[in-house]
């Protein structure tokens, strides 16, 4: 989906050890569309996790933050994040009252991460520092998420790898 939307620079933070075995083939597969950057600290959190990625990207202005394990994102809400975007901060987007993902983070955020000292900040109080915008959303697929096989097979019919 980030590719039909126009993003040239996609880069995905994954777990050094899910970097081999039985991960290796499909890596592999989609290396040639993705910057791969394995963290072998995952222990430091998202924080840590966040820092290596943007250490990849090349365009510093704007930048969309996803959880791999929350694939379900459409064109309406990239749309919406990219109209509402914040220059000072980030935008999130809300389902009844509640947080979802992707964010979509500023310059001010990014340069704001790369140069923290810390690695192992908790990303929410990071994001906190800055100014929010929420965006009401219609449906909760910015909360979903999947954890077990069981998730993914509820799931399997939504085409996550648009």
């Known amino acids: 989906m980030y590719s039909a939307f126009g993003v040239t620079n996609i880069v995905v ?37 966040l820092k290596l990625g943007l ?19 459409d064109e309406d809400l990239l749309n919406a ?14 389902f009844e009252g509640r947080g979802g993902h992707p964010v979509l983070i500023s310059e001010s955020v990014i340069k704001s991460a790369l140069v923290e000292k810390e690695s192992d900040l908790n990303l929410k109080e990071f994001l906190c520092r800055f100014p929010k915008v929420d965006i009401k959303m219609n449906n909760n697929n910015v909360l979903k998420n999947i954890n077990s096989p069981e998730d993914y097979m509820q799931i399997s019919s939504y085409n996550i790898m648009a």
């Open 55 to 73: 250490g990849h990207i090349t365009a510093k202005s704007f930048c969309f933050l996803q959880p791999v394990d929350q694939p379900f994102i």
């Open 81 to 94: 994040l990219w109209a509402n975007r914040n220059p000072t901060g980030f935008v999130s987007p809300v």
């Open 13 to 49: 933070v994954m777990n050094q050890k899910y970097c081999e075995d039985k991960w290796a083939e499909f890596l592999r597969n989609v290396s040639s569309k993705i910057i791969l950057v394995r963290n072998a600290d995952p222990d430091f959190g998202k924080f840590h996790s």
